[in-house]
């Protein structure tokens, strides 16, 4: 799989951690993120990853920040970005079982590598399983262009 990654300040350990990870499990990684702690902004990166992703030109991106809010936020602002702050590998199968998630987001801050490495394999591993889920991402997206649910 062809996987964007990028993050802030906050998240250059554990995307150098990620990014050899997914390298030797045979992926291609796409690093679009800060490589150094000078401060910088997420939204920046959130964005960066939100166009690989809705062009085609990545499967699937990952994002890193202190807590995977801000740029997890951030993402969400992009039509069509259905990106999921995870701290652990059950949400990030169910992200994409459920919601067909397109981008995973974590805290450098608040989990450690290992847990890091679970989350992108539960991630990349599960499958949108369609069906009624289907009809809750169509609201999602009608939410999107400001149509009305009910
Ligand atoms: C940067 O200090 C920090 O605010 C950022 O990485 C992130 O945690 C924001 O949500």
């Given at each position: 799989m062809k996987i964007a990654i990028a993050n802030d300040h906050g998240g250059v350990e554990l995307k150098q951690h990620l990014v050899e990870y997914l390298t030797a499990q045979g992926h291609e990684v796409v690093n679009l993120g800060a490589d150094d702690t000078a401060s910088s902004h997420y939204p920046i990166y959130a964005a960066r990853v939100a166009k690989a992703v809705l062009s085609g030109a990545c499967d699937k991106g990952v994002l890193i920040c202190g807590t995977g809010l801000g740029i997890s936020i951030s993402a969400n602002k992009i039509r069509g970005i259905r990106c999921a702050a995870c701290s652990e590998p059950v949400s990030a199968a169910l992200a994409r079982r459920h919601n067909d998630a397109n981008i995973v987001a974590m805290g450098a801050r608040t989990i450690g590598p290992v847990m890091a490495e679970a989350i992108v394999d539960a991630f990349l591993t599960a499958q949108f399983e369609g069906g009624r889920h289907q009809l809750r991402v169509?609201?999602?997206?009608?939410?999107?262009?400001?149509?009305p649910l009910e």
């Open positions: 169509d609201m999602i997206a009608k939410l999107e262009n400001g149509e």
